[in-house]
């Protein structure tokens, strides 16, 4: 790792502050020639997270309406990681693609949290960014089922059966919560990698996830990227409708109800809650501590995990045992996992410190 720092040099001049956000630049980068690009990035990095001001360095997106939300989300969740900047290669005489790092260094090992892409382009003089996506997928093929736009990869045969399917989960969701139904643009990807790609990602967690079954959702913007080589991804849907009509949702039940009606990696509900129930057969382990009491999520298998499973099973017996106006209840309980608690609580006639032996007694069942 210390070769690997040898090889980047800081990004400096007289009238940055050494308190803002600073980069790394590639040794081969030749600076003189992309000035303009990185003083232009180095406003945009250090311009707060939720600065409107974001937006007006951005070309609108025809997709996005924040097109710079893939790359906020990185900044917000790599603190820790030094931003790299590799290469900055020319597409024409108004464009170049930037390409990004994330990198953080411990000891004898690094730890790369993303590599990302977008464009930057010189319009009169001035530099703004532009989301690759639109770029990427200008020769995708489009295909419009009632309230569906699907953007295909070119050569996909487009299956209508798998799309009616889709239709009719989506009318099934309007029903159940007895809300509009929804319109939203649907990209048909093979895998997750490449959903990841054509958005601008190089790596992140799910380019190498081992089981490449996986989606996305953009509800502000109703968009579902679907990386099952299907235009049947219901699970994405469900996150539709609770981003739009359960604004007070907690995250695991969020999980738990688009697993309940929508499956999760090709996995349906029943399952889940079978590998769960397998899990803790086989390992000893509080449900409540690992749920509750720990940062980091729960892994089961390459296809599930606490968060999903316990959310799945907590819808299914809330809706079994009370009916759906205590499934809604569940779904409105609040964003803390205190007031998910509390709520459970309610619901379930039970104290929290005995959440642990709930759930193992409910999986004999």
């Known amino acids: 790792m210390k070769l690997l720092f040898l090889i980047f040099i ?11 956000n600073n980069f790394f630049l590639n040794y081969t980068l030749k600076k003189n020639n992309s000035t303009a690009v990185l003083d232009k990035f180095y406003e945009f990095i250090n ?65 790369l949290y993303a590599i990302y892409n977008f464009i930057a382009i010189k319009n009169n003089n001035k530099i703004l960014f532009e989301n690759v996506l639109d770029f990427n997928v200008k020769d995708f093929k489009i295909f419009n089922v009632n309230e ?21 989960f989506n009318e099934k969701m309007s029903l159940f919560f007895e809300r509009e139904t929804i319109n939203f643009t649907y990209f048909l990807c093979r895998d997750m990698n490449h959903f990841k790609r054509i958005r601008g990602f190089d790596f992140d967690n799910m380019v190498v996830d081992q089981n490449q079954i996986g989606g996305e ?49 090709g996995v349906e509900f029943k399952d889940h809650i079978k590998k769960l129930k397998n899990h803790l057969n086989d390992n000893e382990l509080n449900v409540y501590e690992k749920l509750f009491k720990e940062s980091e999520q729960y892994v089961l298998d390459d296809t599930t995990s606490l968060w999903y499973t316990i959310g799945t099973l907590l819808c299914d017996l809330s809706l079994k045992k009370y009916g759906k106006e205590a499934l809604l209840e569940l779904m409105n309980s609040g964003k803390t996992d205190e007031e998910l608690l509390l709520s459970i609580e309610k619901i379930f006639k039970i104290k929290r410190e005995n959440f642990d032996g709930f759930i193992k007694n409910e999986l004999k069942n």
């Not at 939720?50 to 939300?69: A, G, I, Q, R, Y």
């Not at 699907?150 to 399917?165: E, Q, R, W």
């Open 217 to 265: 959702t953009f509800p502000a913007d109703n968009i579902i990227f679907a990386g099952n080589n299907s235009e049947f991804y219901p699970h994405e849907v469900v996150h539709l409708y609770t981003f739009k009509y359960f604004s007070k949702i907690h995250k695991i039940i969020d999980e738990g109800i688009a697993t309940y009606f929508g499956g999760s990696k």
């Open 148 to 168: 569906i736009t699907y953007v295909t990869y070119d050569g996909y045969v487009f299956n209508h059966n798998n799309a009616k399917k889709m239709v009719n």
């Open 47 to 111: 311009l707060p997270l939720n600065n409107s001001d974001n937006s007006t360095l951005w070309v609108e997106s025809k997709f996005f309406k924040h097109p710079e939300t893939d790359i906020l989300d990185i900044i917000k969740n790599a603190k820790n990681h030094k931003i790299t900047i590799l290469a900055i290669n020319s597409i024409d005489d108004k464009r170049s693609l930037v390409k990004i790092a994330w990198i953080k260094s411990s000891y004898d090992y690094g730890n």
């Open 10 to 20: 800081g990004w400096s001049s007289s009238c940055y502050s050494q308190e803002k």
